[in-house]
């Protein structure tokens, strides 16, 4: 007897990759500070674009980050030229530099003996937020929680 996973509508898709990415990845929490900068990492890479996009170009981003490394990543403003001509990776200069400049922040917050994982799960409580919504049409744009946490953020500086 199998079991069918209930998929969501993106991800019943002719397409492996983002099944894969579905049912291994997407909504598992994150404790792990390389994987959770690679995450942000690549979300900035998807602003304006599909997650399908990045997604496919995940192996590229890779090589070019150094596996995401933010102690590498954070010294790469001198090999802009290269990534900017690397056609295997999204060459928006904006959102590498971006990136470049989380590694740099994530940086200082080591520095200050703050990791990654407990400064993002802070924002949560250190729990992950469950929603039961049924379909995309019910997400909303804001909540209480997101709010209250960019308050909080336009108060406070690190």
Not at 19 to 30: F, I, V
Not at 92 to 97: A, F, I, R
Not at 124 to 144: G, K, L, M
Request: hydrophobic share 35%.
């Amino acid at each position: 007897m199998s079991t069918r996973l209930n998929r969501c509508a993106w991800a019943n898709v002719n397409d492996p990759l983002m099944r894969h990415y579905h049912d291994h990845e997407w909504g598992h929490p994150l404790h792990d500070n390389r994987k959770l900068f690679e995450l942000l990492s690549l979300e900035i890479m998807q602003a304006g674009l599909s997650w399908r996009t990045v997604l496919h170009k995940r192996p590229a981003f890779e090589v070019a980050f150094h596996n995401f490394d933010y102690q590498k990543v954070m010294k790469m403003t001198p090999e802009l030229p290269k990534l900017l001509n690397n056609p295997k990776i999204i060459r928006n200069q904006m959102k590498l530099k971006a990136i470049i400049n989380n590694a740099k922040v994530v940086n200082r917050l080591n520095q200050r003996s703050i990791d990654l994982n407990h400064y993002l799960w802070r924002f949560v409580n250190n729990r992950p937020v469950i929603n039961h919504y049924q379909n995309h049409a019910e997400v909303p744009t804001q909540t209480a929680l997101s709010k209250k946490n960019q308050q909080n953020h336009e108060t406070r500086r690190f």
